[in-house]
DNA sequence: TCTGGGGTCCTAGGACCC
DNA sequence: TCTGGGGTCCTAGGACCC
Protein backbone atom coordinates (compact mmCIF):
# COMPACT_ATOMS: atom_id res chain seq x y z
CA UNK A 1 0.00 0.00 0.00
CA UNK A 2 1.02 3.55 -0.85
CA UNK A 3 0.29 6.90 1.35
CA UNK A 4 0.43 10.10 -0.15
CA UNK A 5 0.83 13.25 2.01
CA UNK A 6 0.00 16.84 0.59
CA UNK A 7 0.28 19.59 2.88
CA UNK A 8 -2.81 21.72 2.43
CA UNK A 9 -2.88 25.44 0.83
CA UNK A 10 1.05 24.63 1.85
CA UNK A 11 2.66 28.50 0.35
CA UNK A 12 -0.93 29.93 2.17
CA UNK A 13 -0.20 28.30 5.82
CA UNK A 14 3.44 28.78 5.65
CA UNK A 15 2.43 33.02 5.55
CA UNK A 16 -0.26 31.87 8.34
CA UNK A 17 2.18 30.23 10.64
CA UNK A 18 4.26 33.32 10.91
CA UNK A 19 1.52 36.06 10.64
CA UNK A 20 -1.55 34.19 12.93
CA UNK A 21 -3.53 37.64 12.53
CA UNK A 22 -4.14 36.52 9.17
CA UNK A 23 -5.82 33.51 10.10
CA UNK A 24 -9.29 33.99 9.29
CA UNK A 25 -8.59 36.12 6.33
CA UNK A 26 -8.77 34.74 2.92
CA UNK A 27 -4.85 34.90 1.38
CA UNK A 28 -3.12 34.56 -1.76
CA UNK A 29 0.27 33.85 -2.68
CA UNK A 30 1.84 35.23 -5.79
CA UNK A 31 4.13 34.18 -8.84
CA UNK A 32 7.89 35.52 -9.17
CA UNK A 33 7.58 39.54 -10.43
CA UNK A 34 4.07 39.05 -8.50
CA UNK A 35 2.07 37.89 -11.48
CA UNK A 36 -0.11 35.36 -11.08
CA UNK A 37 -2.29 33.93 -7.90
CA UNK A 38 0.13 30.34 -7.14
CA UNK A 39 -1.64 29.76 -3.73
CA UNK A 40 -4.60 30.29 -2.27
CA UNK A 41 -6.56 29.81 1.46
CA UNK A 42 -9.77 28.16 1.25
CA UNK A 43 -11.37 31.03 2.08
CA UNK A 44 -9.66 32.96 -1.06
CA UNK A 45 -10.68 29.96 -3.01
CA UNK A 46 -14.28 30.46 -1.85
CA UNK A 47 -13.66 33.78 -3.45
CA UNK A 48 -13.83 32.04 -6.68
CA UNK A 49 -10.07 33.05 -7.13
CA UNK A 50 -8.52 30.44 -9.52
CA UNK A 51 -5.16 28.93 -9.59
CA UNK A 52 -2.86 30.68 -12.00
CA UNK A 53 -5.26 33.29 -12.57
CA UNK A 54 -3.62 36.99 -13.35
CA UNK A 55 -3.50 38.99 -10.39
CA UNK A 56 -5.05 42.26 -11.94
CA UNK A 57 -7.94 40.57 -13.20
CA UNK A 58 -8.93 39.80 -9.72
CA UNK A 59 -8.22 43.28 -8.23
CA UNK A 60 -11.56 43.99 -7.16
CA UNK A 61 -11.83 41.02 -5.45
CA UNK A 62 -9.16 41.16 -3.33
CA UNK A 63 -10.30 44.83 -2.69
CA UNK A 64 -13.41 44.18 -1.54
CA UNK A 65 -13.16 40.99 0.52
CA UNK A 66 -9.73 42.35 2.18
CA UNK A 67 -7.75 39.64 0.57
CA UNK A 68 -4.12 39.19 1.92
CA UNK A 69 -1.30 39.29 -0.51
CA UNK A 70 2.15 37.81 -0.68
CA UNK A 71 4.72 38.11 -3.06
CA UNK A 72 6.18 34.29 -3.18
CA UNK A 73 8.63 33.84 -0.15
CA UNK A 74 10.74 30.42 -1.79
CA UNK A 75 13.52 30.10 1.39
CA UNK A 76 10.43 30.07 3.79
CA UNK A 77 8.44 27.35 1.82
CA UNK A 78 11.93 24.90 1.12
CA UNK A 79 13.02 25.40 4.62
CA UNK A 80 9.37 25.04 5.78
CA UNK A 81 9.00 21.77 3.28
CA UNK A 82 11.72 20.18 5.00
CA UNK A 83 10.58 20.37 8.09
CA UNK A 84 7.31 18.72 7.15
CA UNK A 85 9.48 15.82 5.69
CA UNK A 86 11.60 15.17 8.53
CA UNK A 87 9.16 14.72 11.10
CA UNK A 88 7.53 12.12 8.41
CA UNK A 89 10.78 10.14 8.67
CA UNK A 90 10.43 9.95 12.24
CA UNK A 91 7.48 7.23 11.50
CA UNK A 92 8.49 5.73 7.98
CA UNK A 93 12.26 4.86 6.81
CA UNK A 94 12.11 5.77 3.28
CA UNK A 95 9.97 8.75 1.48
CA UNK A 96 9.70 9.88 -2.07
CA UNK A 97 9.92 13.68 -2.37
CA UNK A 98 7.47 13.99 -5.29
CA UNK A 99 6.87 18.27 -5.01
CA UNK A 100 7.36 20.77 -2.11
CA UNK A 101 3.97 19.69 -0.85
CA UNK A 102 3.34 15.89 -1.62
CA UNK A 103 5.21 13.02 -0.09
CA UNK A 104 5.12 9.58 -1.42
CA UNK A 105 5.73 6.78 0.95
CA UNK A 106 5.38 3.00 0.74
CA UNK A 107 3.30 1.52 3.57
CA UNK A 108 4.75 -1.99 3.67
CA UNK A 109 7.17 -1.53 6.75
CA UNK A 110 4.51 -1.20 8.73
CA UNK A 111 1.31 -3.47 7.50
CA UNK A 112 0.80 -4.72 10.47
CA UNK A 113 -0.76 -1.83 12.08
CA UNK A 114 -3.99 -0.19 11.15
CA UNK A 115 -2.83 2.01 8.46
CA UNK A 116 -5.71 4.91 8.94
CA UNK A 117 -4.64 5.40 12.31
CA UNK A 118 -1.07 4.84 11.71
CA UNK A 119 -1.32 8.21 9.05
CA UNK A 120 -3.80 9.76 11.37
CA UNK A 121 -0.63 9.54 13.92
CA UNK A 122 1.82 11.22 11.02
CA UNK A 123 -0.78 13.96 10.41
CA UNK A 124 -1.08 15.09 14.23
CA UNK A 125 2.56 15.12 14.54
CA UNK A 126 3.30 16.99 11.38
CA UNK A 127 0.73 19.34 13.07
CA UNK A 128 1.99 19.95 15.90
CA UNK A 129 5.65 20.32 15.00
CA UNK A 130 5.69 22.36 11.94
CA UNK A 131 1.55 24.00 12.47
CA UNK A 132 1.14 22.69 8.34
CA UNK A 133 -1.70 20.58 8.49
CA UNK A 134 -1.68 17.83 5.74
CA UNK A 135 -3.97 15.13 4.06
CA UNK A 136 -3.22 12.14 3.42
CA UNK A 137 -4.69 9.34 1.09
CA UNK A 138 -3.94 5.43 1.08
CA UNK A 139 -4.04 3.39 -1.96
CA UNK A 140 -2.81 0.06 -3.97
CA UNK A 141 -1.17 1.87 -6.03
CA UNK A 142 0.57 5.72 -6.06
CA UNK A 143 -2.76 6.97 -8.68
CA UNK A 144 -5.03 5.63 -6.63
CA UNK A 145 -3.66 7.01 -2.94
CA UNK A 146 -3.43 10.66 -5.41
CA UNK A 147 -6.75 10.14 -5.77
CA UNK A 148 -7.78 9.22 -2.00
CA UNK A 149 -5.92 12.29 -1.18
CA UNK A 150 -8.41 14.45 -3.25
CA UNK A 151 -11.62 12.72 -1.14
CA UNK A 152 -9.13 12.99 1.95
CA UNK A 153 -9.40 17.03 0.95
CA UNK A 154 -12.61 16.98 0.05
CA UNK A 155 -14.93 15.20 2.03
CA UNK A 156 -15.18 16.31 5.84
CA UNK A 157 -16.35 13.32 6.91
CA UNK A 158 -12.68 11.54 5.95
CA UNK A 159 -10.95 13.96 8.74
CA UNK A 160 -7.86 14.45 6.48
CA UNK A 161 -7.00 10.96 6.01
CA UNK A 162 -8.39 8.90 3.29
CA UNK A 163 -8.33 5.38 2.46
CA UNK A 164 -9.17 3.98 -1.40
CA UNK A 165 -11.75 1.32 -0.03
CA UNK A 166 -11.36 -2.19 -0.63
CA UNK A 167 -15.20 -3.41 -1.32
CA UNK A 168 -15.96 -3.19 -5.25
CA UNK A 169 -19.39 -1.28 -4.49
CA UNK A 170 -17.41 1.43 -2.74
CA UNK A 171 -14.30 1.24 -5.36
CA UNK A 172 -16.99 1.37 -7.72
CA UNK A 173 -18.48 4.66 -5.95
CA UNK A 174 -15.54 6.76 -5.99
CA UNK A 175 -14.18 6.14 -9.09
CA UNK A 176 -17.43 6.96 -10.84
CA UNK A 177 -17.10 10.26 -8.67
CA UNK A 178 -14.18 11.03 -10.09
CA UNK A 179 -14.18 13.40 -12.98
CA UNK A 180 -11.44 12.71 -15.92
CA UNK A 181 -10.04 15.67 -15.98
CA UNK A 182 -8.89 15.00 -11.93
CA UNK A 183 -7.20 12.12 -12.55
CA UNK A 184 -3.37 12.51 -11.83
CA UNK A 185 -1.60 12.32 -15.00
CA UNK A 186 -4.81 13.14 -17.19
CA UNK A 187 -4.44 16.84 -17.68
CA UNK A 188 -7.03 19.46 -20.40
CA UNK A 189 -5.75 17.66 -23.66
CA UNK A 190 -6.08 14.17 -22.87
CA UNK A 191 -9.38 14.59 -21.04
CA UNK A 192 -10.93 15.90 -23.84
CA UNK A 193 -9.73 13.45 -25.49
CA UNK A 194 -11.27 10.88 -23.17
CA UNK A 195 -14.59 12.97 -23.30
CA UNK A 196 -14.80 12.95 -27.24
CA UNK A 197 -14.96 8.80 -26.71
CA UNK A 198 -17.77 8.80 -24.09
CA UNK A 199 -15.60 8.51 -20.96
CA UNK A 200 -16.02 11.18 -18.22
CA UNK A 201 -14.95 9.52 -15.04
CA UNK A 202 -12.44 7.53 -13.76
CA UNK A 203 -14.67 4.36 -13.54
CA UNK A 204 -15.25 4.56 -16.94
CA UNK A 205 -11.38 4.87 -17.45
CA UNK A 206 -10.92 1.20 -15.62
CA UNK A 207 -14.21 -0.23 -18.26
CA UNK A 208 -11.71 0.19 -21.07
CA UNK A 209 -9.60 -2.34 -22.71
CA UNK A 210 -6.31 -1.49 -22.25
CA UNK A 211 -5.44 -2.64 -26.11
CA UNK A 212 -7.99 0.75 -26.70
CA UNK A 213 -6.73 2.84 -24.47
CA UNK A 214 -3.35 2.13 -25.91
CA UNK A 215 -4.56 2.69 -29.73
CA UNK A 216 -6.37 5.94 -28.76
CA UNK A 217 -3.62 7.59 -26.20
CA UNK A 218 -0.05 6.26 -25.03
CA UNK A 219 1.63 4.45 -23.08
CA UNK A 220 1.94 6.95 -19.98
CA UNK A 221 -2.27 7.12 -20.06
CA UNK A 222 -1.86 3.31 -20.45
CA UNK A 223 -0.23 3.39 -17.37
CA UNK A 224 -2.32 5.63 -15.43
CA UNK A 225 -5.23 3.47 -16.05
CA UNK A 226 -3.66 0.48 -15.09
CA UNK A 227 -3.07 2.02 -11.49
CA UNK A 228 -6.73 3.30 -11.49
CA UNK A 229 -7.60 -0.42 -11.66
CA UNK A 230 -5.27 -1.55 -8.67
CA UNK A 231 -2.07 -2.75 -10.68
CA UNK A 232 0.92 -0.37 -9.54
CA UNK A 233 3.35 0.87 -12.54
CA UNK A 234 5.48 2.71 -10.53
CA UNK A 235 7.39 2.68 -7.34
CA UNK A 236 8.54 4.58 -4.30
CA UNK A 237 11.51 6.83 -5.38
CA UNK A 238 12.82 7.63 -2.46
CA UNK A 239 16.41 7.95 -4.30
CA UNK A 240 15.62 10.76 -6.63
CA UNK A 241 16.43 10.44 -10.59
CA UNK A 242 19.94 12.71 -10.96
CA UNK A 243 18.99 15.99 -13.11
CA UNK A 244 19.00 15.98 -16.65
CA UNK A 245 18.81 19.48 -16.97
CA UNK A 246 18.89 23.05 -15.27
CA UNK A 247 17.17 26.12 -15.79
CA UNK A 248 17.46 29.88 -14.37
CA UNK A 249 14.82 32.32 -16.08
CA UNK A 250 12.89 34.87 -14.93
CA UNK A 251 10.42 37.63 -16.30
CA UNK A 252 11.57 41.31 -15.97
CA UNK A 253 10.00 43.68 -13.72
CA UNK A 254 9.81 45.77 -16.67
CA UNK A 255 10.60 45.44 -20.45
CA UNK A 256 13.73 45.42 -21.48
CA UNK A 257 15.08 47.54 -24.27
CA UNK A 258 18.90 47.80 -24.05
CA UNK A 259 21.74 45.34 -24.74
CA UNK A 260 23.68 46.20 -21.21
CA UNK A 261 20.21 45.46 -19.63
CA UNK A 262 19.73 41.40 -21.21
CA UNK A 263 23.59 40.70 -20.93
CA UNK A 264 22.81 41.49 -16.92
CA UNK A 265 20.01 39.40 -16.78
CA UNK A 266 21.70 36.51 -18.77
CA UNK A 267 24.95 36.41 -16.84
CA UNK A 268 23.19 36.37 -13.41
CA UNK A 269 21.09 33.25 -14.74
CA UNK A 270 24.19 31.46 -15.88
CA UNK A 271 25.82 32.54 -12.86
CA UNK A 272 22.83 31.19 -10.51
CA UNK A 273 22.83 28.09 -13.06
CA UNK A 274 26.42 27.08 -12.58
CA UNK A 275 26.22 27.25 -8.94
CA UNK A 276 23.12 25.25 -8.97
CA UNK A 277 24.84 22.62 -10.73
CA UNK A 278 28.08 22.86 -8.42
CA UNK A 279 26.03 22.38 -5.42
CA UNK A 280 24.71 18.81 -6.84
CA UNK A 281 28.55 18.22 -8.20
CA UNK A 282 27.04 17.75 -11.72
CA UNK A 283 28.59 19.07 -15.18
CA UNK A 284 27.18 20.18 -18.03
CA UNK A 285 27.72 19.35 -22.18
CA UNK A 286 25.34 22.01 -23.60
CA UNK A 287 24.11 25.65 -23.09
CA UNK A 288 21.34 27.28 -23.69
CA UNK A 289 20.39 30.64 -23.85
CA UNK A 290 16.55 32.12 -24.62
CA UNK A 291 15.21 35.59 -24.54
CA UNK A 292 11.38 37.02 -25.47
CA UNK A 293 9.13 39.73 -25.50
CA UNK A 294 6.13 40.11 -23.96
CA UNK A 295 3.81 37.13 -25.65
CA UNK A 296 0.31 39.07 -24.34
CA UNK A 297 1.50 42.15 -26.07
CA UNK A 298 -0.48 41.08 -29.57
CA UNK A 299 0.27 44.85 -30.45
CA UNK A 300 4.29 44.74 -30.10
CA UNK A 301 6.62 42.99 -32.37
CA UNK A 302 7.25 39.53 -31.25
CA UNK A 303 10.14 38.14 -30.79
CA UNK A 304 11.62 34.90 -29.52
CA UNK A 305 14.70 33.37 -29.90
CA UNK A 306 17.02 30.30 -28.18
CA UNK A 307 19.90 29.32 -29.04
CA UNK A 308 22.61 26.65 -27.64
CA UNK A 309 26.40 25.52 -27.97
CA UNK A 310 28.38 22.56 -26.76
CA UNK A 311 30.72 22.42 -23.53
CA UNK A 312 33.64 20.73 -24.09
CA UNK A 313 34.61 19.42 -21.93
CA UNK A 314 31.41 19.10 -19.61
CA UNK A 315 32.28 21.98 -17.16
CA UNK A 316 30.53 23.85 -14.33
CA UNK A 317 33.06 26.36 -14.01
CA UNK A 318 31.49 30.25 -13.82
CA UNK A 319 33.43 32.47 -15.79
CA UNK A 320 33.75 29.66 -18.67
CA UNK A 321 29.72 29.50 -18.74
CA UNK A 322 29.49 32.84 -18.35
CA UNK A 323 31.63 33.93 -21.25
CA UNK A 324 29.58 31.19 -23.39
CA UNK A 325 26.48 32.82 -22.34
CA UNK A 326 27.13 36.62 -23.49
CA UNK A 327 28.39 35.25 -27.09
CA UNK A 328 25.00 33.33 -27.32
CA UNK A 329 22.97 35.88 -26.38
CA UNK A 330 24.77 38.41 -27.71
CA UNK A 331 24.17 37.06 -31.18
CA UNK A 332 20.24 36.67 -30.34
CA UNK A 333 20.19 39.94 -29.58
CA UNK A 334 18.46 42.32 -31.85
CA UNK A 335 17.62 46.41 -31.44
CA UNK A 336 13.96 47.22 -31.17
CA UNK A 337 12.12 45.04 -29.19
CA UNK A 338 10.75 45.53 -25.90
CA UNK A 339 11.64 42.28 -23.81
CA UNK A 340 10.15 40.16 -21.21
CA UNK A 341 11.87 37.63 -20.20
CA UNK A 342 15.81 35.60 -20.68
CA UNK A 343 16.58 32.36 -18.86
CA UNK A 344 20.03 29.92 -19.55
CA UNK A 345 19.24 26.33 -19.74
CA UNK A 346 22.07 23.88 -18.66
CA UNK A 347 21.43 19.97 -20.10
CA UNK A 348 23.40 16.58 -20.88
CA UNK A 349 24.73 16.97 -17.39
CA UNK A 350 26.86 14.16 -16.07
CA UNK A 351 28.14 12.91 -12.54
CA UNK A 352 31.29 11.81 -11.67
CA UNK A 353 34.04 11.06 -14.06
CA UNK A 354 33.87 12.83 -16.81
CA UNK A 355 35.74 12.65 -20.35
CA UNK A 356 38.40 15.52 -20.66
CA UNK A 357 39.70 16.84 -23.71
CA UNK A 358 43.43 17.09 -25.25
CA UNK A 359 42.96 20.89 -25.96
CA UNK A 360 42.40 22.85 -23.15
CA UNK A 361 43.89 25.79 -22.14
CA UNK A 362 42.35 25.84 -18.87
CA UNK A 363 43.78 24.94 -15.82
CA UNK A 364 40.85 23.13 -14.23
CA UNK A 365 42.32 22.55 -10.53
CA UNK A 366 42.45 26.65 -10.63
CA UNK A 367 39.13 26.58 -11.66
CA UNK A 368 37.71 24.18 -9.20
CA UNK A 369 39.25 26.12 -6.49
CA UNK A 370 38.04 29.26 -7.38
CA UNK A 371 34.62 28.29 -7.43
CA UNK A 372 35.00 26.32 -3.93
CA UNK A 373 35.69 29.42 -2.51
CA UNK A 374 33.24 31.77 -4.31
CA UNK A 375 30.82 29.00 -2.72
CA UNK A 376 31.87 29.25 0.28
CA UNK A 377 31.55 32.96 0.85
CA UNK A 378 28.54 33.16 -0.62
CA UNK A 379 26.90 29.74 1.73
CA UNK A 380 28.11 32.05 4.53
CA UNK A 381 27.89 35.44 3.81
CA UNK A 382 24.68 35.30 1.87
CA UNK A 383 23.75 34.72 -2.19
CA UNK A 384 25.44 36.69 -4.02
CA UNK A 385 28.09 38.32 -1.79
CA UNK A 386 30.59 37.20 -4.14
CA UNK A 387 29.62 37.80 -8.01
CA UNK A 388 31.21 38.35 -11.48
CA UNK A 389 31.04 42.15 -12.33
CA UNK A 390 28.80 40.89 -15.67
CA UNK A 391 25.68 40.59 -13.85
CA UNK A 392 26.02 44.04 -12.84
CA UNK A 393 25.42 46.01 -9.69
CA UNK A 394 22.15 47.56 -10.18
CA UNK A 395 19.88 45.72 -11.38
CA UNK A 396 16.82 47.97 -10.29
CA UNK A 397 16.04 48.17 -14.61
CA UNK A 398 15.10 44.57 -15.14
CA UNK A 399 15.43 42.43 -11.50
CA UNK A 400 11.74 41.24 -10.47
CA UNK A 401 9.11 42.86 -8.56
CA UNK A 402 8.30 41.77 -5.50
CA UNK A 403 5.80 44.16 -3.54
CA UNK A 404 5.59 42.65 -0.20
CA UNK A 405 7.79 38.95 0.47
CA UNK A 406 7.69 38.22 4.36
CA UNK A 407 11.11 37.99 5.46
CA UNK A 408 13.13 34.54 5.50
CA UNK A 409 12.36 34.05 8.68
CA UNK A 410 13.58 30.38 9.45
CA UNK A 411 17.07 30.70 7.32
CA UNK A 412 18.20 34.14 8.10
CA UNK A 413 19.55 35.03 11.27
CA UNK A 414 18.66 38.82 10.45
CA UNK A 415 15.32 37.80 9.67
CA UNK A 416 14.53 36.17 12.64
CA UNK A 417 10.56 36.46 13.70
CA UNK A 418 10.74 38.71 17.02
CA UNK A 419 8.50 38.49 20.03
CA UNK A 420 7.89 41.35 22.30
C1' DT B 1 -0.52 48.97 -16.75
C1' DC B 2 -0.42 44.28 -15.02
C1' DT B 3 0.02 37.45 -17.22
C1' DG B 4 5.62 32.29 -13.14
C1' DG B 5 9.34 28.94 -13.04
C1' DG B 6 11.18 24.36 -13.32
C1' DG B 7 11.01 19.80 -14.50
C1' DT B 8 9.99 14.77 -17.00
C1' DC B 9 8.52 11.50 -20.52
C1' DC B 10 6.87 10.09 -25.11
C1' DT B 11 6.38 10.24 -30.13
C1' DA B 12 7.00 11.36 -34.87
C1' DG B 13 9.90 12.40 -38.37
C1' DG B 14 14.29 13.27 -40.53
C1' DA B 15 19.13 12.09 -41.27
C1' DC B 16 22.09 8.67 -41.68
C1' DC B 17 24.04 3.85 -41.84
C1' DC B 18 24.54 -0.89 -44.10
C1' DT C 1 6.62 0.00 -66.32
C1' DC C 2 9.03 -1.58 -62.46
C1' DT C 3 13.24 1.03 -57.35
C1' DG C 4 14.09 -2.79 -50.21
C1' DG C 5 14.45 -3.65 -45.49
C1' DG C 6 16.07 -2.76 -41.14
C1' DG C 7 18.37 -0.27 -37.89
C1' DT C 8 20.08 4.00 -34.67
C1' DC C 9 20.36 8.64 -33.20
C1' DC C 10 18.78 13.24 -32.75
C1' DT C 11 15.46 16.96 -32.31
C1' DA C 12 11.22 19.39 -31.90
C1' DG C 13 6.99 19.48 -30.12
C1' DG C 14 3.33 17.94 -27.25
C1' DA C 15 1.67 16.12 -23.17
C1' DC C 16 1.91 16.02 -18.21
C1' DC C 17 3.24 17.42 -13.18
C1' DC C 18 3.94 20.86 -9.15
Not at 101 to 128: G, H, M, N, W, Y
Not at 261 to 285: D, F, N, T, Y
Not at 287 to 309: E, H, M, W
Request: aromatic share 8%.
Amino acid sequence: MYALADCNNFYATCERIFHPQFSSKPIIVLSNNDGCVIARSQEAKDLGIRMGQPVFQCRDVIRKNNVVVCSSNYALYEDMSRRVVSSILHFIPEVEIYSIDEVFFDLTPVADCDLEIFCRKIQSTVLKWTGIPVSIGIGPTKTLAKLANRVAKKDSLAGSVYRFPVRDLDRRRVLAATPIDEIWGIGRQWAKRFKQVGVDTAWEVVQMRTADIRSHFNVTVMRTAMELSGIPCENIESNPAQRRSLVRSRSFGRMVTRWEHMSQAIASHAIRAAEKLRSEGGVAGRLAVFIQTNRFRKDLPQYCVSGSCELLPPTNTTPVILKEAAAIGHGLWKEGFQYKKAGVMLSEISFGETQSTLFSDRDHEHDAKLMQVMDLINVKMGSDTLHPAASGVDRRSWSMQQGSRSPRYTTRWDELPKTS
